[in-house]
């Protein structure tokens, strides 16, 4: 199963998703975590030192390597500059596993049984040249080829705002955790993410923090209604975690401990469509192409669709 945490900035999404992250480690699950936040702290989060969260490679600065890399011998991609963030595999394309020995999962470290990327930072050299999306299409390409297996887990923590809506981001996710606090901003931007998802079948949960009364609570519940899955109060714990402190799940209290397998159990309640994953992603491609990356790219690019080709356990792998 693919997860993102998105929410607007100051939410928690970044601690809230490392703890998910924390919890389905403990369970022995594989997981794979992407911090694809503008802010890059999940590395932190998760208990790596800051002088080695900030070595892992960015994703987003080998781009080239991994278009390369994942087109394989596709005859609809002609060469590596003719891929897009959009590019949906086809045949010939090469697919990615969990326990792939690849160059996209080299560029992962490991934390704690977890397999940690980072798309990577907004930096200097970017100001004034370029977006976050072209360090976010990277994960993008990544999900569109990874074929996850029952039990295994990607679970990415997104950057603030509605960034995850550019280009059919969001619906290479099995499930949304939009992370919301008893506010009426946050009761705002669920009624923005749920606008933007609703006609195309992806899951949101919301996952309801900083909730520190019954008051609280009954806000969230009054404004979200059913989608509310489970809430999280306040947690010395994670301002401890935050501090630097040693952290591990058992100083959580019940509520939360139980919250973070009300998560897993949502996740794993939500069926694989296989065939769905492939019709959006050729669905977004097409509106990325005419929009935009036909004429930035000098061809026609929706003729990179394979009609015969479905992602899953059963397409091939690509040479």
Same mark, same amino acid.
């Given at each position: 199963?693919?997860?993102a ?36 702290h ?32 596709n ?20 697919l990615? *596993? $969990? !326990?792939?020995?690849?160059? +996209?999962?080299?560029?992962? =470290?490991?934390?704690?049984? &977890?397999?940690?990327?980072? #798309? %990577? ?50 619906? *290479? $996710? !099995?499930?949304?955790?939009? +992370?919301?606090?008893?506010? =009426?901003?946050?009761?705002? &931007?669920?009624?923005?993410? #749920? %606008? ?70 949502e ?51 690509g040479?």
């Amino acid at each position: 199963m693919k997860v993102a945490f998105v929410g607007k900035g100051g939410s928690g999404k970044t601690t809230t998703s490392s703890l998910f992250i924390r919890h389905l480690a403990a369970e022995r699950a594989p997981v794979v975590a992407i911090d694809a936040d503008i802010n890059q702290h999940l590395g932190v989060a998760l208990g790596m030192p800051e002088e080695q969260s900030a070595d892992v490679p960015a994703l987003g600065a080998h781009l080239a390597e991994i278009k390369e890399y994942l087109r394989g011998d596709n005859p609809r991609i002609a060469s590596a500059d003719e891929m897009v963030k959009t590019t949906p595999p086809g045949r010939g394309s090469r697919l990615l *596993r $969990f !326990d792939g020995h690849d160059p +996209v999962h080299a560029l992962s =470290r490991q934390v704690d049984g &977890v397999t940690f990327m980072a #798309t %990577g930072p907004f930096d200097e050299d970017d100001l004034g040249v370029s977006c976050y999306h072209g360090k976010t299409g990277a994960m993008e390409m990544y999900l569109n080829h990874l074929v996850d297996g029952p039990g295994e887990y990607v679970v990415a923590d997104m950057t603030a705002g509605a960034d995850t809506f550019a280009s059919g981001l969001f619906t *290479r $996710f !099995d499930v949304l955790f939009l +992370v919301v606090e008893p506010t =009426r901003k946050g009761v705002a &931007v669920y009624r923005q993410y #749920t %606008g933007h998802a609703s006609d195309f079948g992806v899951r949101i949960a919301v996952v309801g923090n900083k909730v520190q009364t019954a008051e609280d609570e009954a806000y969230l519940r009054e404004h979200v209604g059913p989608d509310l899955l489970a809430v999280i109060g306040h947690q010395p714990a994670v301002r401890a975690m935050e501090q630097g402190r040693p952290f591990d799940l058992d100083s959580l209290d019940d509520a939360a401990r139980k919250a973070l397998r009300c998560l897993q159990d949502e996740v794993d309640a939500q069926p694989k469509d296989w065939a769905r994953y492939q019709r959006q992603a050729n669905e977004f491609h097409v509106r990325n192409a005419e929009s935009w990356a036909n004429k930035a790219v000098g061809v026609d690019l929706t003729r990179q669709i394979d009609p015969g080709f479905v992602l899953g356990p059963d397409a091939p792998m690509g040479a």
